[in-house]
């Protein structure tokens, strides 16, 4: 029974010797390919494998990362049997390891204490001996068989020590006062460098791998994290209406991964506005009548108002602006510099920008502005005005050809003539060749849109109800220099066969029937003053009224 006992111990204590601990390991991010929703974040560390099968502790991994999009690179000695993922490992194994910063600074907090405590001994030796003096001092003078000049040369002696011991008390007592100051200046620094060290999350992929040769072993690790995402941001500057622009092509990256990108290789790919500078469009106007009410509450929610067809409703009450000619709308270094740096891969699914230069993102949730290349835009400017619907001019800039600059959509910052004017949006997914950027609203054209009062008015013709409408628009150029003004009114259309509709007076507008939009094309020269009239008349039955008319 004895010897069963100690056999079984025997087997106990060698199993648990020849149980394989896990490989600990930190991972450092490399590289980033940051997508408009995610980022492929790539990681690499270094480890020693013995031979045979290992389990693999790869810590610093993000905290969110998809772990069917993992992928672990390995030379062809080893293979990756399994790959998991977790926010809560627990290992009876596992190392706190200390950073380099934070270890420095204990060591030496170690080395001082143990320097206090040489100084504390020090001290303690001398006063002993100081205390000892003393007391032989008083047996010496009860002492009767000393003659003067030996009790003379005694005193003197006990003088001149009991002066060297207390000198050497008082350096010893600066030395322990300088050495306390240091070692709380230590323990202040603490919190300093922890916290200046870089953010580390508590994710770790555990990985079970077989190798067929025992040694070093580098890894790399890819895997998609959603949080993670950058939006494209441009900065517009022009001094004046005959000069190019100047864009700035520029990424607002934000990741939270749990992990900062420090030195990293950075990609960005496309794959997966203060007062509103946009220039307004305008959208076809119909009129129809006001529903009865009584036939409302009869048919309850699921009625339509009579009259309109489904497709118009929710649209025939306001005027929402659109147009049926324009589609809708690391430091800061020098322009060769940064594009040198910038490489632009175009193919059938996205556009990627490879940036050269290393960038640092934390893990802050932040917003970290990217500079990825200046392009100098040849333009043509042209004035733009909807006095129905914004009083302002709108100075219009139109690029040709603006496919290749491989723009995407994003919010604009604009100076114009060395002021910020504020923000509009660029839009290049549209049809048009022409890109057309809104640069924002130009004070020194005013505009002035009032309803003429005389030449408007209403009359009852039997059952028929008719109303005419009649607007001056007024325009000056208080500019130095000649200007192009595309300008855009509307008169409403019928959506019903018993509303008749009449454009009286366009004042040679260029008129679209189908949308009754007008528009002009006005050349306007310096401090010149134009006067345009529009006029219209709307005839329905006096027994109803048109609601948005």
Same mark, same amino acid.
């Given at each position: 029974m004895?010897? &069963?006992?100690?056999l079984?111990?025997f087997?106990?204590?060698?199993t648990i ?9 930190? !991972?450092?991010?490399?590289?980033a390919?940051?997508?408009?929703? !995610?980022?492929e ?7 020693n494998l013995?031979?045979g099968?290992s ?5 610093n991994v *993000?905290?969110?990362?998809n $772990? ?10 080893v293979?990756?049997l399994?790959?998991? +993922?977790?926010?809560?490992y627990?290992?009876e194994?596992?190392?706190d390891?200390r ?5 420095r600074v204990?060591?030496?907090i170690v080395?001082?204490?143990k320097?206090i405590?040489?100084?504390?001994? *020090?001290?303690?030796?001398e006063?002993k001996?100081?205390s000892?003096?003393?007391?032989n001092?008083?047996? #010496?003078g009860v002492?009767?068989?000393?003659n003067?000049?030996e009790?003379?040369k005694m005193?003197d002696y ?8 207390a000198n050497?008390?008082n ?10 100051e ?6 202040? &620094? ?8 870089e ?6 992929l555990i990985?079970q ?5 025992a040694?070093?072993v580098?890894?790399d690790?890819?895997y998609l994290?959603?949080n993670?995402?950058w939006?494209p +941001? ?5 001094? #004046?209406v005959t *000069?190019?622009i ?7 990256v934000?990741?939270?991964?749990? %992990? ?7 990609t960005l790919?496309?794959g ?5 500078n946009?220039a307004p469009?305008l959208?076809?106007?119909?009129l129809n009548?006001r529903?009865n009410?009584n036939?409302?509450?009869?048919t309850g ?8 067809p489904?497709q118009?409703?929710?649209r025939?009450?306001?005027v ?7 589609d809708?709308?690391p ?8 594009s040198?740096y910038?490489t632009v891969?175009?193919?059938?699914l996205?556009i990627?920008?490879d940036?050269?230069?290393p960038?640092d993102?934390l893990s802050n949730g932040k917003?970290h502005?990217? #500079?990825?290349?200046e392009i100098?835009?040849? !333009? ?9 619907a914004?009083?302002? !001019? +709108?100075l219009l ?7 290749k ?6 919010? *604009?910052? %604009?100076i114009?003539e060395?002021?910020?004017v504020?923000?509009t949006l660029?839009?290049?997914?549209q049809t048009s ?6 640069m924002?609203r ?7 849109r ?5 030449q408007s ?5 039997s059952?028929?109800k008719?109303?005419?409408f009649? +607007?001056?628009?007024?325009l000056?150029?208080n500019?130095? $220099?000649a200007?192009?003004? %595309?300008l ?6 019928s959506?019903?066969?018993? %509303?008749e509709?009449e454009?009286l ?7 679209n ?5 007008l528009?002009w094309?006005?050349q306007m020269?310096s401090n $010149?003053t134009? &006067? ?6 709307v005839r329905y ?5 048109i609601?948005?008319?």
């Open positions: 004895f010897k &069963k006992t100690i079984s111990a087997l106990l204590v060698t010797a020849l149980a394989q601990k896990p490989i600990f390991t930190t !991972a450092k991010v490399k590289a390919t940051v997508y408009f929703n !995610a980022a974040i790539s990681q690499t560390t270094n480890l013995p031979l099968t389990e693999i502790v790869i810590k *993000a905290v969110d990362l $772990e069917n999009s993992v992928q672990i690179g390995a030379p062809a000695t293979t990756v399994s790959v998991q +993922f977790t926010n809560d627990v290992s194994y596992e190392i390891l950073s380099p910063a934070l270890k204990k060591d030496s080395l001082v204490q320097e405590l040489k100084v504390g001994n *020090a001290k303690n030796a006063t001996t100081l000892l003096l003393d007391k001092q008083q047996v #010496s002492n009767s068989g000393l003067v000049m009790l003379m005193v006990y003088k001149a020590k009991q002066t060297e011991i050497t008390i350096t010893l007592t600066e030395k322990e006062q300088k050495l306390t240091i070692l709380q200046k230590l323990n202040n &620094k603490l919190e300093v460098d922890t916290s200046k060290e953010k580390t999350s508590s994710g770790k990985v791998v077989m190798n067929n040769l040694g070093a580098p890894l690790i890819t994290s959603n993670a995402s939006t +941001f441009y900065d517009l500057r022009t001094e #004046s *000069a190019p100047n864009m700035m092509y520029k990424a607002q934000v990741q939270n991964t749990g %992990i900062d990108w420090k030195k990293v290789k950075l790919s496309s997966v506005p203060n007062q509103n946009q469009l959208n076809s106007w119909f009548y529903p009410l036939e409302v509450v009869m929610y699921g009625s339509k108002k009579k009259g309109v489904t118009l409703q929710g025939v009450a306001g929402q602006i659109a147009n049926e000619e324009m809708a709308q430091i800061m270094q020098s322009e060769s510099s940064i040198n910038t891969l175009e193919n059938q996205n990627s920008f940036i050269d230069i960038y993102i917003v502005s990217v #500079s990825l290349k100098k835009l040849p !333009a043509s400017y042209k004035f733009y005005a909807v006095p129905k914004e009083k302002d !001019a +709108f800039a139109e690029i040709i050809d603006y496919s600059y491989n723009l995407l959509r994003g919010e *604009a910052n %604009i114009f060395g002021m910020y504020g923000k660029i839009e290049p997914s060749d022409t890109l057309s950027l809104s924002g130009d004070k020194k054209v005013t505009i002035k009032e309803k003429v009062v005389d008015g209403t009359k009852f013709l059952s028929k008719e109303q005419i009649t +607007f001056d628009i007024t000056r150029n500019k130095k $220099e200007i192009e003004m %595309i855009k009114d509307q008169y409403p259309l959506s019903n066969k018993d %509303i509709i454009l007076q366009s004042d040679h507008a260029k008129v029937p189908e949308t009754g939009i528009t094309q006005l020269k $010149e134009r &006067k345009i009239r529009i006029s219209y008349k039955p006096k027994d109803q009224v609601d948005n008319l």
